[in-house]
């Protein structure tokens, strides 16, 4: 975006607060006095027809309508007048980490002083504040992208009475924004979307989650489910919403309750204490974690050592070394591979977590093939098609990308994995668990943002990032598919129709 920020403030005091906060260093920004009221911001909109100007801010005072605002708390409209704000959520967020207390929501614009009744009746149709001139304003921006940002300086409870100690409130919410204000505007502009393909929920993942939905279904709340079904905020607090209760260890579970265990299977042990228990399992272990458990069973029978290639700690390692724990050891390194010290280094075999870093698992296996020239290799690839299929295709988008964005928990082995591989390649890339993840700083100068989603994140991420990045300005969104998928898992039978 050539044309610089553009800052209507209705009232001196207002300009003069926000003008304190500008930075010299940041993007440039002009403030505009707009005046006060219905009328002086319906001219000066007229007036704005002839000029030039980027990003249009809009910024000032405003009275709170509902109870739980407080004075000098920001509220970042998502819809002004018929204008609506798309880039409010990331704004929002910007700012909370700035430290300022922050809420989005529908501002509305009146041509008069609202009193108390009135306030409520505003508040009851979902308005959360109400000024007197940023609707004419917000129109004048004419598609460009645009925020509006009021400082609340009087609220229900304090209409007048507080008008002059929460008006000084507001203006220091308003300086502080300065800023942050300029940074959204030098994160504007057009820019270009590429979508790795596959990206999101693997056929393991769908499994799981439509496990833990059926089981609500027929047995009702509370389902308990041991660990996060998947490795995703999202998904864990849409599922507890609907009656699933995220248990860390069986005996959290009362007798004879439902339990479903996670897509990341569990350890016999874990598996006897159910049954010991008397508790009706549903179990939700991927196909292709259960594989590589059978893999370490049947090796571990003929007298083989197990060099698991994994992550300490990762629920799937812990679950997989359960299996034979005699005979298993974790190996995360090449170095890890000499200090092994088998029974037998002629009946030495290899199996790995489902999610690993194709790159890392190779090296791995390389230097367990140097050193045990006779090592069994799994009968089939133990990282799975789903994490295969993400990290070459976000490779493929990274190379013609300024930055990635990978949709994905912090705890999802797959989602991290593909921040390292975009990394691997040169491309920075960050994981964010939605768009209000999204620091504006990283986009100043990015023309080119390459998107995906880790096997245990929702599509629905993806799409709220696309729309939070429309919001600052034209965007163009592309897909570059590696392969397609069409991978399905069987359900257990105790939810089968
Ligand atoms: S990432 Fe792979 S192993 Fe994990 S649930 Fe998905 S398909 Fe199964």
Same mark, same amino acid.
């Given at each position: 975006?050539t044309?610089?920020?553009l800052?209507c403030?209705?009232?001196?005091?207002e300009?003069?607060a926000?003008?304190r906060?500008?930075?010299?260093?940041a993007?440039?920004?002009?403030?505009?006095?707009?005046g006060?009221?219905? =009328?002086?911001?319906?001219? *000066?909109?007229?007036?704005?027809?002839h000029?030039?100007?980027?990003?249009?801010?809009?910024?000032?005072?405003?009275?709170g309508?509902?109870?739980?605002?407080k004075?000098?708390?920001l509220?970042?409209?998502?819809?002004?007048g018929?204008?609506?704000?798309?880039?409010a959520?990331l704004?929002?967020?910007?700012l909370?980490?700035?430290?300022l207390?922050?809420?989005?929501?529908?501002?509305?614009?009146?041509?008069?002083?609202?009193?108390?009744?009135?306030?409520?009746?505003?508040?009851?149709?979902?308005?959360l504040?109400a000024d007197?001139?940023?609707?004419?304003?917000?129109?004048?921006?004419g598609?460009?992208?645009?925020?509006v940002?009021?400082?609340?300086?009087?609220?229900?409870d304090?209409p007048?009475?507080?008008?002059?100690?929460?008006?000084?409130?507001?203006?220091?919410?308003?300086?502080?924004?300065?800023?942050?204000?300029?940074?959204?505007?030098?994160?504007?502009?057009?820019?270009?979307?590429?979508?790795a393909?596959?990206?999101?929920?693997?056929?393991?993942?769908?499994?799981?989650?439509?496990?833990?939905e059926?089981?609500?279904?027929?047995?009702?709340?509370?389902?308990?489910?041991?660990?996060?079904?998947?490795?995703?905020?999202?998904?864990?607090?849409d599922l507890?919403?609907?009656?699933?209760?995220?248990?860390?260890?069986?005996?959290q579970?009362?007798?004879?309750?439902?339990v479903?265990?996670?897509?990341?299977g569990?350890?016999?042990?874990?598996r006897?204490?159910?049954?010991?228990?008397?508790?009706?399992?549903?179990?939700?272990?991927?196909?292709?974690?259960?594989?590589?458990?059978?893999?370490?069973?049947?090796?571990?029978?003929d007298?083989?050592?197990?060099?698991?290639?994994?992550?300490a700690?990762?629920?799937?390692?812990?679950?997989t070394l359960g299996?034979a724990?005699?005979? =298993?050891?974790?190996?995360?390194?090449?170095?890890?591979?000499?200090?092994?010290r088998p029974?037998?280094g002629?009946?030495?075999?290899?199996l790995?977590?489902? =999610?690993?870093?194709?790159?890392?698992?190779?090296?791995?296996?390389?230097?367990?093939?140097?050193?045990?020239?006779?090592?069994?290799?799994p009968g089939?690839d133990d990282?799975?098609?789903?994490?295969?299929?993400?990290?070459? *295709?976000?490779?493929?988008?990274?190379?013609?990308?300024?930055l990635?964005?990978?949709?994905?928990?912090?705890?999802?082995?797959?989602?991290?994995?593909?921040?390292?591989?975009?990394?691997?390649t040169?491309?920075?890339a960050?994981?964010?668990?939605s768009a209000?993840?999204?620091?504006?700083?990283?986009?100043?100068?990015?023309?080119?943002?390459g998107?995906t989603?880790g096997?245990?994140?929702?599509?629905?991420?993806?799409?709220?990032?696309?729309?939070?990045?429309?919001?600052?300005?034209?965007?163009s969104?592309?897909?570059?598919? =590696?392969?397609?998928?069409?991978?399905?898992?069987?359900l257990p039978k105790?939810?089968?129709?």
């Open positions: 975006m044309d610089p920020l800052i403030a209705p009232m001196r005091i300009a003069r926000i003008r906060g500008l930075r010299s260093s993007s440039p920004a002009e403030v505009l006095r707009t006060y009221g219905t =009328t002086r911001a319906t001219q *000066a909109a007229k007036n704005m027809s000029a030039s100007f980027g990003p249009v801010a809009i910024m000032g005072v405003g009275a309508l509902t109870d739980d605002l004075p000098g708390d509220v970042i409209g998502t819809n002004v018929d204008v609506t704000c798309g880039s959520l704004l929002a967020a910007e909370e980490r700035a430290g207390r922050v809420r989005t929501g529908r501002i509305t614009t009146v041509d008069h002083l609202v009193r108390r009744p009135e306030r409520a009746a505003l508040a009851a149709q979902g308005y504040l007197m001139e940023s609707a004419p304003l917000a129109a004048a921006a598609g460009r992208p645009l925020t940002i009021r400082a609340v300086s009087d609220t229900p304090r007048l009475a507080g008008i002059v100690s929460g008006g000084l409130a507001a203006l220091r919410s308003l300086r502080a924004a300065a800023p942050v204000v300029q940074r959204w505007a030098a994160a504007c502009g057009t820019r270009q979307v590429l979508l393909g596959p990206r999101s929920f693997c056929a393991g993942v769908e499994r799981a989650i439509e496990i833990v059926r089981t609500l279904e027929r047995r009702g709340q509370p389902v308990y489910v041991r660990k996060q079904i998947v490795h995703n905020t999202r998904v864990v607090g507890e919403s609907r009656g699933a209760v995220f248990v860390d260890e069986l005996d579970v009362p007798d004879g309750a439902t479903v265990f996670s897509a990341h569990v350890s016999p042990m874990v006897e204490e159910a049954a010991r228990r008397q508790l009706a399992v549903i179990d939700a272990t991927c196909p292709l974690v259960s594989k590589v458990h059978a893999e370490a069973r049947r090796f571990a029978a007298g083989y050592t197990v060099a698991l290639i994994g992550h700690g990762h629920e799937e390692v812990e679950g299996e724990p005699a005979s =298993t050891v974790l190996v995360q390194t090449p170095e890890d591979v000499a200090g092994l029974r037998d002629e009946r030495v075999a290899y790995m977590q489902t =999610t690993l870093s194709l790159d890392e698992a190779a090296q791995v296996s390389g230097a367990l093939r140097e050193r045990f020239p006779a090592v069994r290799a089939s990282i799975c098609y789903a994490t295969t299929n993400r990290q070459v *295709a976000v490779r493929a988008v990274a190379a013609e990308s300024d990635v964005l990978v949709a994905g928990s912090a705890n999802s082995s797959n989602s991290v994995r593909l921040v390292e591989a975009c990394e691997r040169g491309t920075p960050y994981l964010i668990d209000t993840d999204i620091e504006l700083g990283w986009l100043s100068g990015v023309s080119t943002v998107l989603a096997a245990s994140a929702p599509p629905a991420v993806v799409e709220e990032i696309i729309s939070a990045l429309a919001g600052l300005g034209p965007l969104v592309s897909e570059r598919v =590696t392969t397609t998928e069409s991978i399905r898992f069987g105790e939810v089968r129709q």
